[in-house]
């Protein structure tokens, strides 16, 4: 392989044998090298396949700002995730993760610690995806010798849960919240504790779709209307349960629930209880 292009001392861009733009990582490699040269395999520490997403997401002035080390971790942490869940995952998690860590890791520095009011309700919304942050937290702390705050987990699911619903950051926190409004919403409503079982599991990622549409408003065009009667009918109570929701989620973020949604979430509100 050759130098097609030198980022720093440490990273330089070649191509593979499928002619597609990778990025190698090593200590030394740009440093030592010049456009055009053999790379040294020896000093290769890390190869990662760049695609157009993940180079108009900012990676190249990401190398320019944060430490080689710290990049090099980025991309271990993104395959990492990629082992932990099967469902898909935007590539352009790769800058905003690698920046949050770096971020991370100078306000430990600092001994700086931010408060995450959805803390609680990460953990329980999205269970998986804080296991495998917490993980990501364990190897940040023997990878650069440091004791990071447990709770920065937290931070870190939602920049997967954001990779996997592919919307903006902030977009996450709302949708976490949307999330929550309607899990309480039940409890309340019914005066249960609900249990995490295969229905619940089901409700879930229901809602996390219902909180993805209502963000980017999208509408059912076609309603069934005699499918809506009927289900509004059989199930009064669940029915209720879900206007309620959509109320609550109306009055904080005036996001309209429609005819169609109703029935929907009617419907797995009701599996919750069978």
Not at 87 to 94: E, F, G, Y
Not at 149 to 169: G, Q, R, S, T, W
Request: proline fraction near 1%.
């Amino acid at each position: 392989m050759k130098i097609e292009q030198i980022i720093n001392n440490n990273t330089v861009i070649s191509k593979n044998t499928q002619g597609k733009e990778i990025v190698i990582f090593g200590k030394g490699l740009g440093f030592s090298g010049k456009k055009g040269s053999e790379i040294n395999e020896t000093k290769i520490e890390k190869i990662f396949v760049l695609s157009d997403e993940v180079k108009m997401s900012g990676f190249f002035e990401l190398l320019d700002e944060i430490p080689y080390d710290v990049v090099a971790f980025g991309l271990k942490a993104y395959e990492y995730i990629l082992t932990c869940t099967s469902k898909p995952i935007n590539k352009r998690i790769l800058v905003p993760l690698t920046d949050h860590i770096y971020t991370t890791l100078e306000r430990n520095k600092q001994n700086l610690k931010f408060e995450n009011e959805l803390y609680w309700n990460i953990r329980y919304i999205y269970a998986d995806e804080y296991h495998t942050a917490v993980d990501i937290v364990d190897m940040m702390n023997s990878d650069f010798n440091v004791e990071i705050d447990p709770k920065e987990a937290a931070f870190i699911a939602l920049h997967i849960v954001n990779a996997e619903m592919d919307i903006d950051l902030k977009d996450t926190y709302k949708a976490t919240d949307i999330i929550d409004i309607s899990i309480k919403t039940v409890e309340e409503v019914f005066n249960v504790q609900l249990k995490e079982d295969i229905n619940f599991a089901r409700f879930m990622t229901h809602l996390q779709f219902f909180a993805k549409r209502m963000i980017q408003n999208v509408v059912e065009e076609n309603e069934d209307n005699d499918i809506n009667k009927f289900i509004n009918l059989k199930y009064a109570n669940e029915y209720a349960c879900a206007e309620e929701i959509a109320r609550r989620i109306k009055e904080k973020y005036s996001y309209s629930v429609d005819r169609n949604e109703l029935t929907y979430l009617t419907i797995h509100i009701a599996r919750l209880f069978r």
